[in-house]
């Protein structure tokens, strides 16, 4: 049978995040993050859902971890509430906290999957934001603490660890949008939170590079997206220019080249003044980029659009977000990094499509979903025929889990969770993807 094999060694993986998947909320000293906030303040999600039990995975991680295995997973990305080490966000450690997940990389290390930690995916403690959450420089430093406390405890025993899960949209739809928690509507406010949240990635990575584990490797995952002129009109092409530096760019450039990219003056004049000092230490080298990859950006000229920006509607073969199902902005995406940033070794940390799954008799067929992760696994593939240094792949998501102001509506999983019972269901993709593992190749 025809198949594309991958390089040996290359991770296949699913993807989690703290808020999204373990409930929990209240359990052994766990503190209030601005999700819990955030979920629980009336029309801000689908239909008041949060997060309070979701799948459960602070109980059922055993059960996780052995569909894990069964699908010949070798790596998990998960994230580490920041509230469940630090209940205020500094002070005392909370040992139970910390208990979780040493037993859940035991489980994980015991099956041979690595395990792939994100520090921060957006469950900032509530008692931070009360200090003024991102909007205020010391959170940086208390997150490089909490950091810091999480090298101490598992070490090397988690190979890859990740800063910050897209900062992006953490700074600009929590605080500029309002759509995510803390729910703020401050364009200025959120580019200082940009700024703060690079300074927050610095100094985790020097605290990872002074006193972390030895044989372990630091990155930040990123939300990219390739953007397209909506046609081949001057004035589209400088719309397309202009986003692609408000999102792409607005990160990649200081992580790896320790300036922001030009921007307009009005966004410009509200990121804080840098000094040499902080950039560097913002451009403190990363061992690997973790991409989350969905879909591309088409944008034009459009004097009512934010910066005379506007979004051309996805046409064509969409998820249930709205999302254009386009796997060439995977090895597009992944071919400009490389060529344009340099990281020593790229991740998909993301990539996943939200379907209509159903279940009939126990079973869900998704063929659709089978499709997409083929589709962009042959373009990873191809990405890496052509040089790039991709060393893995993280199917977003292991299960269907809150999807943040969406709640439950959105089911990105390969385990089909059965409301009430939360139940985990292997959908055909499951079947699939871990024969994909299994042979470390995608079948064609
Ligand atoms: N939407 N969507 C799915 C997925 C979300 O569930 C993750 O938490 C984010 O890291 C990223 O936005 C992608």
């Known amino acids: 049978m025809a198949e594309l094999r991958f390089p040996d060694?290359?991770?296949?993986?699913?993807?989690?995040?703290?808020?999204?998947?373990?409930?929990a909320v209240r359990e052994d000293g766990r503190g209030e993050s601005i999700w819990d906030r955030f979920s629980h303040t009336p029309g801000k999600t689908f239909?008041?859902?949060?997060?309070?039990?979701?799948?459960?995975?602070?109980?059922?991680y055993p059960e996780d971890v052995e569909h894990m295995a069964r699908m010949g997973m070798n790596a998990y990305r998960f994230s580490v509430a920041w509230p469940r080490i630090f209940p205020e966000g500094k002070g005392p450690v909370n040992q139970k906290g910390l208990d979780f997940y040493r037993r859940l990389v035991d489980a994980l290390q015991g099956r041979h999957i690595q395990p792939c930690l994100t520090l921060y995916h957006w469950?900032?403690?509530q008692a931070l934001q009360e200090k003024g959450g991102w909007d205020?420089?010391?959170?940086g430093r208390y997150f490089a603490e909490y950091a810091h406390t999480l090298y101490q405890a598992l070490g090397d025993r988690v190979p890859l660890w990740i800063t910050l899960n897209e900062p992006w949209v953490a700074a600009i739809l929590g605080h500029?949008?309002?759509?995510?928690?803390p729910g703020f509507g401050d364009f200025p406010l959120a580019m200082r939170v940009v700024h703060h949240l690079l300074l927050a990635h610095g100094w985790a990575v020097e605290a990872f590079r002074h006193d972390g584990p030895r044989r372990a490797q630091i990155g930040i995952t990123l939300n990219l997206s390739p953007v397209e002129p909506a046609t081949g009109k001057e004035a589209d092409g400088q719309a397309a220019d202009l986003a692609d530096r408000f999102t792409n760019r607005l990160f990649l450039d200081p992580i790896f080249r320790g300036?922001?990219?030009?921007?307009p003056d009005l966004m410009r004049s509200a990121l804080p003044q840098a000094t040499p000092e902080e950039m560097e230490r913002i451009s403190t080298p990363v061992d690997f980029l973790g991409v989350n990859y969905y879909t591309r950006q088409v944008v034009e000229a459009d004097p009512q659009g934010l910066y005379g920006v506007g979004m051309v509607p996805a046409r064509g073969d969409l998820t249930e977000m709205g999302w254009e199902v386009y796997p060439q902005g995977l090895y597009d995406l992944l071919i400009r990094v490389h060529r344009e940033y340099h990281p020593q070794a790229?991740?998909?940390?993301?990539?996943?499509?939200?379907?209509a799954d159903e279940i009939q008799d126990g079973e869900v067929d998704d063929p659709r979903r089978i499709a997409?992760?083929?589709?962009h696994l042959s373009r990873a593939h191809a990405a890496i025929g052509a040089g790039v240094p991709l060393k893995g792949y993280f199917y977003w998501s292991l299960m269907d889990n809150f999807e943040w102001a969406f709640g439950y509506s959105k089911r990105f999983g390969l385990l089909y969770v059965v409301p009430g019972s939360l139940e985990r269901v292997w959908k055909r993709s499951a079947r699939w993807y871990a024969q994909v593992a299994q042979a470390n190749a995608v079948p064609l």
């Open 136 to 139: 205020n420089r010391d959170t």
């Open 123 to 125: 469950d900032l403690p």
């Open 9 to 23: 060694g290359f991770l296949w993986g699913t993807a989690t995040a703290s808020y999204q998947v373990e409930g």
């Open 372 to 375: 997409y992760v083929r589709e």
């Open 259 to 263: 300036a922001y990219p030009e921007l």
């Open 346 to 355: 790229v991740y998909v940390t993301e990539n996943g499509a939200a379907f």
């Open 176 to 181: 500029a949008f309002g759509q995510h928690a």
């Open 47 to 60: 239909e008041g859902q949060t997060g309070d039990v979701a799948c459960d995975h602070y109980h059922r």
